[in-house]
């Protein structure tokens, strides 16, 4: 019987670190966007909104999921989940430029800037994961959750933003992602509690010292 429990227990923490996956982050923080009854949902049509759906999709889990497929194929990786911190390397730095290529047709396409933005703030918080790979294995699932309540904690303080709901939201997540990503054995508490502090420190200053070029 509790094995069974066991095998319950670690089947919800994979699936948990799977659907809130760091590299699904941005399309949920594009989707909050659209949906935090602000203006957003009206200075972008429907057709642009899907088509910016699927290009941040693409771009950010699509293409990074493959190639970390590829590596780990090729046996250059030796977990797709990249649980080793020596295999992480490698992938994060195409995933950081697959970011950049997205963060350039954002800025070029005919919508407001804040989605630029939020993709590049997303970007720090990788290449920060990156850095910080060489030395210390650190959570991505909470940087990237982390990244996502400091996004919105910076909208709602200095865009004035209803953004409580949103952050509450998010604040439950990262504790139920937290506890998921323990019990599964990926991490340390030291590695998830330094990774969500990281990730929200660095997107909420980066809203705070980029929030005049966000409107727009």
């Known amino acids: 019987m509790e094995s069974t ?10 699936l948990i670190s799977v659907v809130f996956h760091p ?7 594009t989707w909050l966007l659209f949906h935090s009854n ?21 771009i950010t889990y699509l293409v990074p999921a493959v190639v970390t497929w590829l590596l780990w194929q090729k046996g250059w990786v030796k977990s797709f989940e990249l649980e080793d911190k020596k295999d992480r390397t ?11 290529a997205g963060i350039y047709l954002l800025f070029n396409l005919p919508i407001p800037r ?9 970007g720090i918080g990788l290449l920060a994961a990156l850095i910080i790979n060489f030395k210390w294995k650190i959570s991505i699932h909470m940087i990237g959750l ?11 303080r200095y865009f004035h933003l209803p953004t409580l709901t949103v952050i509450v939201l998010i ?7 937290g506890a998921a990503r323990l019990y599964k054995g990926g991490h340390s508490p030291a590695q998830i509690y330094v990774g969500f ?19 727009g």
């Open 114 to 122: 804040v989605f630029g933005f939020t993709l590049l703030g997303a």
């Open 146 to 156: 982390g990244g996502l309540l400091g996004l919105f904690y910076g909208f709602g």
């Open 171 to 177: 604040a439950i997540i990262s504790g139920i992602v």
């Open 38 to 58: 602000n203006y957003l949902s009206y200075a972008v049509s429907p057709k642009l909104q899907d088509f910016l759906y699927i290009l941040i999709f693409t």
């Open 5 to 14: 429990k066991e095998k319950i227990l670690l089947t919800t923490s994979q």
């Open 90 to 100: 490698l992938p994060f730095f195409l995933t950081l430029c697959c970011y950049i």
């Open 197 to 215: 502090i990281v990730g929200f420190l660095l997107e909420m200053g980066f809203v705070y010292f980029f929030a005049p070029f966000f409107i």
């Open 23 to 29: 590299l699904f982050i941005p399309l949920y923080a």
